[in-house]
């Protein structure tokens, strides 16, 4: 098991930048992606930002050029960098660990609202 906590979120006016942290403890091993999800009232969870296994990163169209993850690999941490927000960011982010032959993991999400 892969404990997450998420931190950083909160309210934004719009053109603004926020930056989220996820702390993974526990079971760090086989893992395949890392990375940040969200999701919005009535939304179904969509990816935000990802690592991949081998080290490259994959983004939502909707935040590229926006958005930069990065890592501590010695604090086994990630960040999510969000700047130039928009209302349309307002959601639920979830950190999440997807490890080989294990179900994925998740943070308890950490709430953005960006207003207009």
């Known amino acids: 098991q892969v404990r997450l906590v998420e931190s950083g979120g909160g309210l934004v006016q719009a053109g603004g930048s926020l930056r989220l942290s996820c702390a993974a403890s526990g079971s760090i091993f086989s893992i395949i992606t890392m990375g940040w999800y969200r999701q919005a009232p009535g939304k179904q969870r969509e990816l935000v930002a990802i690592f991949t296994s081998g080290g490259s990163t994959n983004y939502a169209d909707s935040v590229k050029g926006r958005f930069t993850i990065s890592r501590d690999d010695a604090k086994n941490t990630i960040y999510l960098q969000m700047n130039s927000l928009k209302p349309e960011d307002t959601a639920v982010y979830y950190c999440?660990?997807?490890?080989?032959?294990?179900?994925?993991?998740w943070g308890q999400g950490t709430q953005v609202t960006v207003s207009s």
């Open positions: 999440n660990v997807r490890r080989d032959g294990y179900s994925d993991n």
